[in-house]
Nanobody, 123 residues
C-alpha cells in the first residue's frame, strides 16, 4: 500500500516563503506521478501543482505559477512544494497525492492522499 505524510505547514506573513514536504512509502511509490492540492475553509479542493514520476516535467495552477515550485527526491522518497511570495489567499490545508499517471495534470485521477498540513498566511 501507499502512504503519504505531509509536513512543513505553519504560520507565515504575507510575502514570505514556506516549504512543504511529503514523505512517501509503499511498493512502486517511486514510479507514481505526484501532486499537491489545497482546500480553503468553505471552498472546494483545488489543484496546485503536479510532477512526473522521474521529476522531468511539472505543471502548475495559474494562481501559483511563478511563485510555487514542486520537486521530488526519489532517493529519499520525498516530494516538496516550495511556496514563495505567499498571499493570504494561499491559506488552506495542503494535501499531497499520488497518481497512476506517470506525468499527471490537473484533471488526472489521484489515487492516494495524505492527511494534509495547514498553511496560514497572515496580512
Amino acid at each position: 500500500q501507499v502512504q503519504l505524510v505531509e509536513s512543513g505547514g505553519g504560520l507565515v506573513t504575507a510575502g514570505g516563503s514556506l516549504r512543504l514536504s511529503c514523505a512517501t512509502s509503499g511498493v512502486g511509490v517511486d514510479t507514481l506521478g505526484m501532486g499537491w492540492f489545497r482546500q480553503a475553509p468553505g471552498k472546494a479542493r483545488e489543484f496546485v501543482a503536479a510532477i512526473s514520476w522521474n521529476g522531468d516535467s511539472t505543471n502548475y495552477a495559474g494562481s501559483v505559477k511563478g511563485r510555487f515550485i514542486i520537486s521530488r527526491d526519489n532517493a529519499k522518497k520525498t516530494v516538496f512544494l516550495v511556496m514563495n511570495s505567499l498571499k493570504p489567499e494561499d491559506t488552506a490545508v495542503y494535501y499531497c497525492a499520488a497518481s497512476r499517471w506517470l506525468s499527471p495534470v490537473s484533471f488526472s485521477p489521484f489515487n492516494y492522499w495524505g492527511q494534509g498540513t495547514q498553511v496560514t498566511v497572515s496580512s
